[in-house]
């Protein structure tokens, strides 16, 4: 079966920091570019970053540059989100996506055409003031 797995989430003060994994299985996806996107709560579901498969390409949302790391390993099929200096409104279910096309990962949004491949189940992020 081929699914991503979150992990990591949990409950954190403001100003602290979560690192949140994204393990796939059932295939590779090396060749893959990699997401992580967040829902609040009331919220719909938006874009944060995205890896390119080789790892040399990283691309952020503005609400999240120069607090948020998204790295990976191919070798253990896994992706990951460092996240810094969190705030109460980074509180959301985070969750990973897939996807050979790194535009259609990036350029993602609700009511889009364009459905990404593979969508884990998400992780919880609570960011406490």
């Known amino acids: 079966q081929v699914q991503l797995v979150e992990s990591g989430g949990g409950l954190v003060q403001a100003g602290g920091s979560l690192r949140l994994s994204c393990a796939a299985s059932?295939?590779?996806?090396?060749?893959?570019?990699m997401g992580w996107f967040r829902q609040a709560p009331g919220k719909e579901r938006e874009f944060v970053t995205a890896?390119?498969?080789?790892?040399?390409?990283?691309y952020y949302a503005d609400s999240v540059k120069g607090r948020f790391t998204i790295s990976r390993d191919n070798a253990k099929n896994t992706v990951f989100l460092q996240m810094n200096s969190l705030k109460p409104e980074d509180t959301a279910v985070y969750y990973c996506?897939?996807?050979?096309?790194?535009?259609?990962?990036?350029?993602?949004?609700?009511?889009?055409?364009?459905?990404?491949?593979?969508w884990g189940q998400g992780t919880l992020v609570t960011v406490s003031s």
């Open positions: 059932g295939r590779t996806f090396s060749s893959y570019t």
């Open positions: 890896i390119s498969w080789r790892g040399g390409r990283t």
């Open positions: 996506a897939a996807d050979p096309s790194t535009q259609k990962i990036t350029t993602w949004y609700v009511g889009t055409q364009r459905a990404l491949e593979l």
